[in-house]
């Protein structure tokens, strides 16, 4: 566990937040689980609630450090669609 911070903001400030903000960014459309997947919402929900605050570049990018040899990356498509039916550009 890593302490990152307190916050000030209500639980009604973090709701609106997700409701209002992320979730059309978080759809199960739009994943990826190198690009944009729970790594990448949690980093967003720590900017918001400790501002200045994210997570590390370890935690970040640790998708791409056990999906960067040739057998992963070939099955990256099938995993996005496994964890969130990412189709899009950049899927493979």
Same mark, same amino acid.
């Given at each position: 566990?890593?302490?990152i911070?307190?916050t000030?903001?209500?639980?009604?400030?973090?709701?609106?937040?997700?409701?209002?903000?992320l979730? =059309?960014?978080?759809?199960?459309?739009?994943?990826?689980?190198?690009?944009?997947?729970?790594?990448?919402?949690?980093?967003?929900?720590v =900017?918001?609630?400790?501002?200045?605050a994210?997570?590390?570049?370890? =935690?970040?990018?640790?998708?791409?450090?056990?999906?960067?040899?040739?057998?992963?990356?070939?099955i990256?498509?099938?995993?996005?669609?496994w964890?969130?039916?990412?189709?899009? =550009?950049?899927?493979?």
């Amino acid at each position: 566990n890593t302490y990152i911070g307190q916050t000030l903001l209500s639980r009604e400030e973090l709701e609106d937040f997700l409701r209002f903000e992320l979730a =059309a960014r978080y759809t199960r459309a739009k994943y990826d689980i190198m690009r944009h997947n729970c790594n990448h919402f949690t980093d967003e929900v720590v =900017a918001f609630l400790v501002r200045g605050a994210r997570l590390s570049d370890e =935690a970040l990018l640790q998708p791409q450090a056990v999906l960067q040899s040739p057998p992963m990356l070939a099955i990256r498509p099938y995993l996005n669609a496994w964890f969130g039916g990412f189709v899009g =550009a950049g899927a493979s």
